[in-house]
């Protein structure tokens, strides 16, 4: 992987979890980063830290993915301070919360969707035009989930359907964008020990989902990471777009 060294990316929700280990996993192999993150501004700033004190080059950069004016701006500010966006990596998302069908409204749908499928999108809609008018290709790669194959679990169907949207788009980005070398690819994980899980289910449901992992564990956010190098490396990958990665340890075989 080394032609990753010298790029320049943006990770979208990069302050913890999966994001994290990504920004900090490219960090490591010479990639100049721009960490983004809404609120976790402390906890943005430890990744930066982190890649610094490794060698690597990294800022942290705020805006909330629901705001398209945000998303502009984020983008516009990364590609100032690095030079280009090399590789993009949609992982901002959110389930918001649990909700059985009866309490469903039009508010969360919104929330949801925005959140994590028209924030891939505007996401695109900015930094495709800066790769294309750079005319070295680039590498997108959206955070699916392994709620997008199985519907996730309780009160999570909204949250499953975003990223089915996910997944379903990047199929779509991925054909429209080959003509440009831009190859787009998801990763999606299976259940993952991260904040989203420490908010969004209890010790029990956790257990009744490592329970149906042929591994018999939930994952680590650093057992996500290599995904995220393989798909962004051309030497790596350069033959493969269109791929949704399963990292699940077993938990669904596609």
């Known amino acids: 992987m080394e032609d990753l ?10 302050s913890t979890g999966i994001g994290a280990a990504a920004a900090i996993a490219f960090g490591a ?3 100049r980063m721009a960490v983004h993150y809404n609120q976790s501004g402390t906890e943005a700033q430890k990744v930066v830290d982190t890649i610094i ?3 690597g080059e990294a800022f942290a950069i705020q805006g909330d993915v629901r705001d398209s004016a945000a998303i502009v701006r984020v983008v516009r500010e990364t590609n100032e301070r690095l030079g280009s966006i090399d590789i993009l990596v949609n992982n901002a998302g959110s389930l918001v919360k649990r909700v059985p069908i009866a309490e469903f409204d039009d508010a969360l749908f919104d929330d949801v969707m925005h959140i994590n499928a028209r924030s891939v999108l505007a996401f695109c809609r900015e930094v495709v035009p800066l790769m294309r008018a750079r005319g070295k290709g680039g590498s997108i790669i959206n955070v699916s989930s392994v709620a997008a194959r199985n519907g996730g679990g309780p009160g999570a169907y909204l949250y499953a359907g975003a990223k089915g949207f996910v997944s379903t788009a990047t199929h779509g980005l991925a054909k429209e964008l080959a003509p440009d070398n831009i190859r787009v690819n998801a990763v999606a994980p299976g259940v993952i020990q991260t904040p989203f899980h420490d908010r969004f289910s209890t010790p029990a449901l956790l257990e009744s989902m490592r329970a149906g992992i042929p591994m018999a564990r939930i994952g680590e956010p650093d057992e996500c990471a290599g995904a995220f190098l393989y798909l962004a490396s051309a030497q790596m990958s350069g033959y493969v777009t269109g791929q949704i990665l399963e990292v699940n340890g077993g938990q669904y075989m596609p």
């Open 29 to 31: 192999r010479g990639v």
């Open 5 to 14: 060294k010298g790029q320049t990316a943006l990770i979208t929700g990069a």
């Open 53 to 55: 004190a490794a060698g």
